[in-house]
């Protein structure tokens, strides 16, 4: 497996011939003003490293609350609330939350 690296305007103008490289197992990296923006990858590989993308942003919001409730404390909010508010947008099961009820 190898990787590229193309210049911007390089990967507009063979777009086919990067997406063939990368089906054929290539890692494609494409830069900016020198500088790498983006990189192409296979489906296949995307699927099996889309859960641990999914951690990665997580913790990386979680992070940034926990800055942000390190500067002003008074920002937390009791998980109560939280539970409710995550089960009124259907981001959370109501029934398999981790309330104690009995």
């Known amino acids: 497996m190898t990787t590229k690296i193309l ?3 390089e990967a507009r103008q063979s777009w086919r011939d990067v997406l063939d490289s990368v089906t054929t197992g290539d890692q494609v990296v494409i830069e900016r003003y020198n500088k790498p923006v983006a990189a192409l990858i296979s489906y296949a590989d995307f699927l099996a490293l889309h859960e641990e993308l999914e951690d990665l942003r ?3 919001r979680a992070e940034a609350a926990y800055a942000a409730w ?3 404390p ?3 909010r ?3 609330d939280i539970e409710a508010e995550l089960i009124a947008e ?3 099961d109501g029934a ?3 309330s104690s009820d009995g």
Do not use: T
Request: glycine content about 10%; proline content about 0%; aromatic content about 4%.
């Open 7 to 9: 210049k911007s305007d």
């Open 58 to 60: 997580a913790a990386r």
């Open 70 to 72: 390190q500067e002003d």
């Open 74 to 76: 008074a920002r937390a």
């Open 78 to 80: 009791a998980w109560e």
């Open 90 to 92: 259907g981001r959370l």
């Open 96 to 98: 398999r939350n981790g």
